[in-house]
């Protein structure tokens, strides 16, 4: 393989090109390097790599090295080992025997992997590694180019989790929109009976039952098109008093005098979507009471600054939740009690969790009946939420 400057120009073969990595000024030397870097890699996003025949040293690493990998190049000259050290731990054996393979044998390899930058950020790269000879066979070195695929990878796995999220609402459409209307046939047709049979014991009864599924088909609705806009970016920014929205969302999801809330925490301001943070409480809340095991509870939410964030805690004094369930109550549709016991479509914790993760913040489940009663679920939210 050859390089050439220009046309007419004399053509520099791999050897002559690489004979020295810093070249004398005006020397032809100097002219091999600058036909390397403007032909090969200066205007290029992709990192052109070329070493001895052995592996043991770089010959040449082009200048897009430094942005995607975030180390100078003179570091990696000096110290070949220690591209090994930033391939991150679990792809390192793989990536190592593919490159063994290309300099024992002289076979290309193509494999993705990731490094572990030097200020802790992981990216994914795609490297494809060959062997270079000259024309007569008696000169070589091996080549690479390396191509950072994070924001690929980063798209991929939000496709990924986009194809989850319709099989789940593929889900909801066969099954849990269907099993509401069909119950409210079932009634109906038990209402005719009734009917023809003069009987009308059973009818305030049956018409209550067929009035709570139809109810649940519409929340649940209401809640998958919630579910379906959220992510979509926020716009604009409100100016929320967080005990006083705590506590009119209180008001709202409350049933009587029944239920007691007690903040703890002195008084914040935060500015963010005014829905998602009534959204998120009002269904922590409606939670706390809807599954409460007795007719009166009390619920207390306490809170405390992390940095550029709030940390809530609203904890109640229910029944808990096994730790085997702590997983599965995150889920889309998910309920531990029956369809007809407990009022809801099972999107609440989902609906929660996707607002939470559009900050990049945390929900977690802390409760174990074996021990106490009571639940927490604690979380964060931004003081300061970022427009998208």
Same mark, same amino acid.
């Given at each position: ?128 590694? +060959?062997? /270079? *000879? ?6 070589? $070195?091996? #080549?690479?180019? &390396? ?5 690929? =990878? ?104 029944? +239920?007691? /809330? *007690? ?6 301001? $935060?500015? #963010?979507?005014? &829905? ?5 409480? =009002? ?106």
């Amino acid at each position: 393989m050859h390089y050439s400057a220009q046309e007419g120009q004399s053509t520099l073969s791999i050897q002559e090109v690489l004979t020295e990595r810093n070249p004398a000024p005006g020397s032809e030397n100097a002219l091999r390097e600058v036909v390397l870097r403007r032909l090969l890699a200066d205007h290029i996003d992709d990192v052109l790599w070329i070493c001895d025949s052995q592996g043991l040293s770089f010959v040449y690493l082009s200048p897009a090295f430094e942005r995607v990998c975030g180390i100078s190049v003179n570091e990696l000259y000096e110290n070949p080992l220690l591209w090994n050290e930033m391939v991150h731990p679990e792809d390192r054996a793989e990536q190592k025997k593919y490159f063994s393979d290309l300099v024992a044998y002289g076979k290309d390899f193509e494999c993705t992997y990731r490094i572990v930058r030097a200020d802790g950020e992981i990216r994914w790269l795609t490297d494809r590694g +060959f062997l /270079l *000879e000259d024309d007569c066979g008696s000169f070589s $070195v091996l #080549g690479g180019i &390396t191509r950072d695929v994070t924001a690929e =990878r980063e798209q991929e796995a939000e496709l990924e989790r986009s194809n989850h999220e319709l099989m789940q609402f593929a889900y909801v459409a066969s099954h849990d929109l269907k099993a509401p209307m069909n119950g409210i046939v079932n009634v109906l047709n038990w209402v005719e009976e009734d009917l023809e049979n003069n009987d009308y014991g059973n009818l305030k009864g049956n018409l209550s039952l067929i009035k709570s599924r139809a109810k649940r088909m519409v929340n649940l609705l209401e809640d998958l098109l919630h579910y379906s806009r959220l992510g979509s970016g926020v716009s604009n920014l409100d100016r929320i008093e967080v005990k006083k929205e705590i506590f009119d969302t209180f008001s709202i999801v409350r049933m009587g005098d029944s +239920f007691s /809330l *007690e903040l703890l925490f002195d008084d914040y301001v $935060v500015y #963010g979507p005014h &829905t998602l943070f009534d959204l998120v409480f =009002r269904n922590l809340l409606s939670n706390a009471i809807k599954h409460h095991d007795k007719p009166c509870g009390k619920i207390s939410v306490s809170c405390m600054e992390k940095n550029d964030s709030l940390e809530f805690a609203i904890s109640d004094d229910g029944p808990g939740i096994e730790p085997k369930y702590h997983e599965k109550i995150f889920g889309m549709l998910q309920k531990l009690d029956s369809r007809d016991k407990i009022d809801g479509s099972g999107m609440g914790l989902a609906l929660v969790t996707r607002v939470i993760e559009m900050h990049g913040g945390y929900l977690r489940v802390e409760s174990d009946p074996s021990v106490r009663r009571g639940t927490t679920f604690r979380f964060s939210w931004p003081k300061k939420w970022e427009k998208q």
